[in-house]
């Protein structure tokens, strides 16, 4: 999926004459395919860190050890894709390595998509037609 992402306050220069909210094209994985890798990772139960379509992914298995000052009784698996607090998405296995993990999407920071479909279609067909 492609999106677009606030990256953060425009320079003073810039924003002196008007508001300028300043975005960046990125390429988000879909929800699918970072499901699949979680539950894969989850089922390998090994430490893992790599990328996905260029955002870092970690998985920690959790362990049987209680995390500090809390009530769990066991540290759970962690999967972990993106870069906090741009965009990222947790899955926590709160509840036991065989139940449904919590799920958790930090999305703020992507604009929703308005773009109308069709006229994405026809500039891009305008763009091959002139050569570009």
Same mark, same amino acid.
């Given at each position: 999926?492609?999106?677009?992402?606030? *990256?953060?306050?425009? @320079?003073?220069?810039?924003?002196?004459?008007? #508001?300028? !909210?300043?975005?960046?094209?990125?390429?988000?994985?879909?929800?699918?395919?970072? +499901?699949?890798?979680?539950? !894969?990772?989850?089922?390998?139960?090994?430490? /893992?860190?790599? #990328?996905?379509?260029?955002? %870092? *992914? &970690?998985?920690?298995?959790?362990? %049987?050890? @209680?995390?500090?000052? &809390?009530?769990? !009784?066991? !540290?759970?698996?962690?999967?972990?894709?993106? *870069?906090? @607090?741009?965009? /990222?998405? &947790?899955?926590?296995?709160? /509840?036991?390595?065989?139940?449904?993990?919590?799920?958790?999407?930090? =999305?703020?920071?992507?604009? @929703? =998509?308005? +773009?109308? #479909?069709?006229?994405?279609? &026809?500039? +891009?067909?305008? +763009?091959?037609?002139?050569?570009?």
């Amino acid at each position: 999926m492609i999106a677009k992402l606030i *990256v953060g306050e425009p @320079p003073e220069a810039l924003n002196e004459a008007e #508001e300028i !909210t300043l975005t960046v094209p990125v390429v988000l994985p879909e929800m699918t395919e970072i +499901r699949k890798l979680a539950f !894969t990772l989850h089922a390998k139960g090994k430490p /893992y860190e790599a #990328e996905l379509g260029g955002w %870092p *992914v &970690s998985y920690d298995p959790g362990s %049987p050890e @209680p995390p500090i000052d &809390s009530k769990l !009784t066991f !540290t759970p698996a962690l999967f972990f894709i993106g *870069v906090w @607090p741009i965009w /990222y998405i &947790s899955f926590t296995w709160e /509840y036991g390595q065989d139940a449904e993990p919590n799920v958790l999407v930090g =999305d703020e920071y992507v604009v @929703p =998509d308005t +773009r109308h #479909e069709t006229l994405a279609v &026809s500039a +891009r067909t305008q +763009r091959f037609n002139n050569g570009l």
